[in-house]
């Protein structure tokens, strides 16, 4: 360990910096525009890759954003850890939020900020010094290979084409991803489950034109008042969703299990006062952290049609859209959410409107069993590092990735994430702590050592 702290040590400002080189590339999938900046930060990935002392470096073509892999093979006979991370980022809308510029980082009360600087490129980077750091000091104790993808923010919908083709080359025993949280910086946790998701935009249409609201308004239906109405119906008085079948295959949680989940720290007037709110919301029977992590929700994304220019144009709109997303639990699918989500919200609408509903991407959710070498592991690492035992905790955000690495590769996941619930990742001022950047570097390193060793008595 102390060899571990005197690196990192010794190298702190330089770890940063090269960190704050990627954080400046807008690597923004979601846009066109950005496709270059993409392509440029898989180069700086794979350059640090290499710098780092990885082998078989590739930038790999996919049918969209490239994937950078690389390898580290000291002896086919000891384990091998795939490390999955990704380095593109949100879109940084809206810009004036911003109390800096999204791409020009800086440090500022202890924190990174800059979009991406949690998500993901913060927690990916931490991988590759670690690796530095473990190569450096001749205490790489297993074999290493990575896989950085560049279309997680837009759903990795070429991912699963790419492993399926490279299956063999992605051979490992466990995958080891860092894109999730901690439940505070003295209070460590490793993610055990996470929600899937199902995300679909509608489009309703009355009119074939915009019409004057004078002169057809009550008379002819207005697709964004319709399409409110709808949208409100799909909750009833105690906030359950009203699309019939959905719960059907929800998975309930036990009382024992919901009683250690509450053990984890949680203030609610805290978590009222951070977020500026009076009263929190959501689905009857349930506390604040359930209703984030082992039960489903529905919400809208965004909402728009008509006219949203300067002053005023009494229109009544042709068109109303809205993106909507669904996280689900385990025993719900993906593809069976988005059918029945269809099929609903198709039946509600009235016949004076007409209905189009176009699914966008989804993944299925995930439970990570605790009884593993791999989650022993990576338990044993950050109690080393922390201090303190870390605390098995479900999270509300969705990888729909790690379903699709069970289902493909036939491997599990260690979700070994260090950011934080405040670091407003897709927010404006994403922001990511000096401290958990480099504690995931001190800790990353002690997963390997006690992987290595843990798999020697299996």
Request: with cysteine; charged share 25%; proline share 7%.
């Amino acid at each position: 360990m102390e060899t571990i702290k005197s690196y990192i040590q010794k190298n702190q400002q330089r770890f940063l910096d090269e960190l704050f080189v990627l954080l400046r590339i807008p690597s923004v999938s979601a846009d066109p525009k950005y496709a270059p900046d993409v392509i440029r930060t898989a180069e700086a990935v794979s350059e640090r890759l290499r710098a780092a002392g990885a082998e078989n470096v590739e930038i790999m073509p996919t049918g969209g954003h490239p994937m950078v892999y690389g390898e580290k093979i000291i002896d086919p006979k000891l384990p091998t850890v795939l490390v999955y991370g990704h380095y593109d980022v949100q879109p940084a809308d809206p810009l004036e939020l911003w109390h800096t510029p999204p791409f020009e980082p800086v440090v500022r009360d202890g924190n990174i900020y800059a979009r991406g600087a949690c998500d993901d490129k913060g927690q990916m980077f931490m991988h590759v010094k670690a690796f530095e750091l473990m190569m450096q000091t001749e205490s790489l104790p297993c074999n290493i290979k990575f896989m950085i993808e560049g279309e997680e923010e837009i759903g990795s919908s070429n991912l699963g084409p790419f492993i399926r083709k490279y299956k063999d080359k992605l051979k490992a025993d466990v995958i080891l991803i860092s894109d999730t949280s901690i439940i505070a910086n003295d209070t460590p946790s490793i993610t055990v489950g996470l929600r899937g998701l199902t995300y679909v935009e509608v489009e309703i249409t009355g009119p074939n034109i915009d019409l004057h609201s004078g002169v057809y308004g009550g008379a002819v239906a207005n697709p964004i008042n319709t399409l409110c109405k709808m949208i409100a119906s799909l909750h009833d008085a105690d906030n359950h969703i009203t699309i019939p079948g959905f719960y059907d295959k929800v998975k309930t949680v036990s009382k024992e299990e919901r009683a250690e989940m509450d053990k984890a720290p949680f203030n609610l007037n805290d978590y009222k006062k951070h977020l500026d709110i009076g009263d929190v919301w959501g689905e009857k029977g349930y506390t604040t952290r359930e209703r984030t992590s082992i039960r489903p929700t529905l919400d809208v994304n965004g909402i728009w049609g008509g006219y949203t220019g300067e002053g005023a144009k009494t229109v009544l709109p042709s068109k109303a859209f809205a993106k909507i997303s669904m996280r689900l639990v385990p025993g719900q699918d993906s593809d069976e959410v988005t059918a029945l989500f269809r099929k609903h919200f198709e039946s509600i609408a009235p016949s004076s409107v007409k209905v189009v509903v176009r699914p966008h991407h989804g993944g299925n959710p995930v439970v990570v069993p605790t009884d593993t070498i791999a989650y022993k592991a990576a338990s044993k690492a950050m109690e080393e590092s922390f201090g303190k035992k870390p605390i098995p905790a479900r999270e509300g955000g969705s990888i729909p990735i790690v379903a699709l690495f069970e289902d493909v590769l036939g491997l599990k996941s260690i979700l070994m994430g260090f950011g934080l619930d405040s670091d407003a990742i897709h927010s404006p001022n994403e922001h990511y702590g000096v401290f958990n950047y480099l504690k995931g570097i001190e800790t990353i390193p002690l997963f390997y050592k006690y992987f290595a060793e843990y798999s020697k008595t299996k």
